[in-house]
């Protein structure tokens, strides 16, 4: 049994490191910007503040040349209206995108890593404002991308 136990445990082992030899996952977490225009018209002024939020992404690669990521992120959004009826509301934005990811060569000595990124998903719209509905839009993602390794 002891025997049995040991040879588990190093086959084990031997696969992490093999496995961790291969590299085929990544994990990346980013800081991103919401900053719009203020606008006007017919008595009313509209304007959202600047904002930041985070987008956190897994990839995985298929092959050398394919990968799949999958995204979520999250930005908080204050919009002041200002009329005759002047408000002001919250509205947590949040984004969930899967992609296909096309890897291009390159030599193998470079730091250098191009890829193009293309994808869909939805932008969901979760307003603070007591009676406002939550809202759904469809979104296109791509990407042409030059990634320096360290």
Do not use: D
Not at 58 to 74: D, Q
Not at 141 to 146: I, K, N, S
Request: hydrophobic share 40%.
């Amino acid at each position: 049994m002891q025997k049995a136990c040991i040879l588990v445990v190093g086959i084990v082992v031997l696969s992490l490191a093999a496995t961790a030899q291969e590299n085929r996952s990544e994990i990346s977490v980013q800081g991103t910007g919401l900053f719009t225009k203020n606008t006007s018209g017919n008595g009313t002024s509209y304007s959202a503040t600047a904002s930041g939020g985070f987008l956190s992404t897994y990839r995985y690669h298929l092959n050398r040349w394919i990968s799949a990521e999958a995204a979520y992120g999250y930005a908080l959004n204050t919009q002041s209206l200002l009329s005759s009826n002047s408000f002001r509301f919250q509205s947590g934005i949040h984004q969930f995108t899967g992609s296909v990811v096309i890897n291009l060569p390159s030599r193998a000595s470079s730091k250098f890593t191009p890829y193009l990124l293309a994808g869909g998903g939805a932008l969901l719209f979760t307003p603070s404002l007591s009676g406002a509905q939550t809202q759904t839009k469809g979104a296109f993602v791509y990407e042409r991308e030059l990634t320096m390794l360290f």
